[in-house]
């Protein structure tokens, strides 16, 4: 069994969703569904489980299950379509606007900081080259490179 749980725990949860779908107590055969329901704690399937596969079953379109009235035998029997008919897990939300935004204006912050630096650097070694005005060589020539 499954840490305790019993099989009359399994169709406690499987009348609940019935009378839930139906608005009435679901027709259950005592020994027959408890040895169904048995079987299912038997394989190690949880009773968080069973009652969300138990959701599915009775919200799923497959027209057999629906034409059954949901008995809890064709509920066991269709398992494995229950567990399969779960939605994939929903992709994380795209970061908000604003966030992104945010990150974005960072980057570009970063971007332009490493620049300053190389410029720095740049004027360092043009001063330990000797020459007197290193900004106004850089100046003159990025003013060459727009003209080329």
């Known amino acids: 069994m499954s840490d305790g749980v019993t099989p009359k725990d399994v169709l406690t949860v499987y009348d609940a969703g019935y009378v839930q779908h139906y608005g009435v107590r679901a027709p259950i055969v005592g020994a027959k569904d408890a040895k169904l329901a048995k079987g299912l704690l038997e394989r190690g399937y949880t009773l968080a489980q069973l009652e969300d596969w138990l959701g599915v079953f009775f919200r799923h379109p497959d027209p057999f299950i629906a034409q059954s009235g949901h008995t809890f ?48 650097a740049r004027e360092q070694e043009l001063m330990a080259l000797g020459l007197s005005e290193p900004l106004a060589v850089m100046q003159a020539g990025r003013e060459w490179l727009k003209r080329q």
Request: proline letters at 17%; hydrophobic letters at 35%; one cysteine or more.
């Open 73 to 120: 035998g064709v509920f066991v029997a269709c398992i494995g379509k229950c567990i399969t008919s779960r939605p994939p897990p929903a992709p994380p939300p795209p970061l908000p606007l604003v966030e992104l935004a945010k990150s974005i204006a960072r980057t570009r912050a970063e971007d332009a900081e490493r620049g300053q630096q190389q410029l720095r």
